[in-house]
């Protein structure tokens, strides 16, 4: 186990490495750069207001003066050397700084999301399985169907606008830190993370049910049933842990689009989260802080993917990590 985890550690490091590069070199290839978004603000009516800004100085001091292998060059000694991911390009402040400010908004809405999930599609997953072609199992298909389907931001919109019309009625939109009242905050949080943990339950839902399929028709679990063991007994101590390995799979697959996904919901419900932060630094081209955040969520998701690969040798002790 030890030296599978070493070689992992290693193939993460060359990942990282990999991903950015590709991030900096794509934000890059955006029409415009900073200097452009500060005219563009600077324009009203066709005209600038004020004294027209010194372009050249203004790259100078943002650093893109240079061509783009040397910028990537200084951001990576930085990065290595001193841990800094660099600082904004508009306020200066420490990217480190402004992600872990906004990223426990980010990570509360996505650990609610994948908690919603689990409650919705494990239990009608199995239950499905258990009771294959009956109207119970229909209508369980049928949400995962629904699930999948329904956008998330459409849905997210909907309960912005028509409660607020109908009734009056809209989500909180003030960030309450759970310290202070956690069912304030929890209020807050829930409507989006149903939302977002409805897009994932749909696909989670699929998959625990086919798995569950496949396990209940093996021999062991028929010979389970045979000495006498109740049913439940047999789901939950046999059938259900071996089923769940592909299961965690898709739940750790899922987190990239949970990554994406609260983007959209943070901006409809206005949580100051990463994702409402890479919206703002990709207006203004703030390069740092766009780079900033896909490093943060690319470390997490290949940090939580080791952490499954992992928990498949708990879930089934066939598996060993050599």
């Known amino acids: 186990m030890q030296r599978y985890v070493i070689r992992r550690l290693l193939l993460i490091v060359l990942t990282l490495f990999l991903v950015s590069v590709i991030v900096f070199l794509m934000i890059r290839l955006i029409p415009g750069d900073i200097v452009d978004s500060m005219i563009a603000e600077m324009m009203r009516g066709g005209q600038i207001l004020g004294e027209p800004p010194d372009r050249e100085r203004l790259e100078r001091a943002f650093g893109i003066d240079v061509p783009i292998h040397v910028q990537y060059g200084r951001w990576l000694r930085d990065l290595m050397l001193h841990g800094s991911l660099g600082n904004s390009l508009l306020s200066g402040a420490p990217a480190l700084e402004l992600i872990g400010s906004r990223i426990g908004v980010t990570f509360e809405l996505g650990l609610l999301a994948i908690l919603i999930s689990m409650l919705i599609s494990l239990p009608i997953g199995v239950f499905?399985?258990?009771?294959?072609?009956?109207?119970?199992?229909?209508?369980?298909?049928?949400?995962?169907?629904?699930?999948?389907?329904?956008?998330?931001?459409?849905?997210?919109t909907l309960i912005m606008i028509y409660p607020s019309i109908w009734w009056g009625w809209t989500p909180p939109l003030e960030v309450i830190p759970f310290t202070e009242d956690p069912i304030g905050n929890l209020k807050m949080f829930l409507i989006p993370a149903f939302i977002l943990g409805m897009a994932?339950?749909?696909?989670?839902?699929r998959m625990t049910r086919t798995m569950m399929l496949e396990v209940l028709r093996q021999d062991y679990i028929r010979t389970a049933y045979?000495?006498?063991?109740?049913?439940?007994?047999?789901?939950?101590?046999?059938?259900?842990?071996?089923?769940?390995?592909?299961?965690?799979?898709?739940?750790?697959?899922?987190?990239?689009?949970?990554?994406?996904?609260?983007?959209?919901?943070?901006?409809?419900?206005?949580?100051?989260?990463?994702?409402?932060?890479?919206?703002e630094a990709l207006h203004q081209r703030d390069y740092t802080i766009v780079s900033g955040i896909n490093m943060v969520v690319a470390t997490v998701v290949v940090m939580s993917n080791l952490l499954i690969d992992i928990s498949y040798a708990y879930l089934d002790p066939r598996v060993r990590y050599g």
Request: glycine letters at 12%.
């Open 128 to 156: 499905s399985a258990m009771r294959q072609d009956t109207f119970g199992d229909y209508l369980g298909r049928s949400l995962a169907i629904i699930f999948i389907a329904v956008p998330s931001f459409w849905i997210g």
């Open 226 to 279: 045979s000495k006498g063991l109740r049913e439940n007994l047999v789901v939950v101590r046999h059938a259900l842990r071996n089923a769940l390995m592909p299961v965690v799979t898709v739940i750790g697959a899922e987190l990239v689009l949970l990554a994406g996904g609260s983007i959209i919901i943070e901006q409809i419900f206005a949580l100051p989260g990463t994702g409402k932060l890479m919206l």
């Open 200 to 205: 994932m339950a749909g696909t989670t839902m």
